[in-house]
């Protein structure tokens, strides 16, 4: 399946991304992201460049966790610059744009695991197992 993105998502992704591995090499004032989803991170990062192409349920749910981490981080340091200034203030409203775009490319990828699920169990007749979430392609 496609994930289409946008040039201000995949901006907003790539923003967000930066600062979590920026956090995760003990910057200071930086916020700490859990081992996982920096590795999960790290992956994407490199796909940042267009629309990714998801072809498994077990993908879409590494991709998944990986956006997610990005969207805390994000709405994190938004509230971190909210504090410290105020909320118009220009670094609070960019880190909201950042967000809100990196939080709808999250809720489409919730979507296309509901679709994926939904799929997997049509074909089988039971939940996703961890081989069907493996091994059932979604190529486009």
């Known amino acids: 399946m496609l994930l289409i993105c946008n040039f201000e998502e995949l901006q907003a992704l790539s923003t967000g991304a930066d600062l979590l591995m920026e ?9 700490a992201a859990p081992p996982q989803a920096v590795a999960q991170v790290a992956m994407l990062q490199a796909r940042l ?3 990714l192409e998801i072809a ?3 993908e879409q749910r590494w991709v998944r966790e990986a956006v997610a981490a990005i ?7 938004m509230d971190e610059k ?15 744009f950042d967000y809100a775009h ?3 490319v999250l809720h489409r990828i ?16 039971e939940a996703p197992s961890p081989t069907a979430a493996r091994d059932v392609n979604f190529s486009e």
């Open 71 to 77: 969207c805390q981080e994000l709405h994190e340091r």
């Open 82 to 96: 909210v504090l410290e200034f105020h909320p118009a203030h220009e670094e609070a409203v960019a880190y909201y």
């Open 49 to 51: 460049t267009s629309s």
């Open 56 to 58: 498994t349920l077990d």
């Open 102 to 104: 990196a939080y709808g």
């Open 23 to 31: 956090g995760s090499s003990g910057t200071v004032g930086a916020v």
């Open 110 to 125: 919730d979507d296309m695991g509901a679709e994926m699920t939904a799929m997997i169990e049509l074909m089988t007749g």
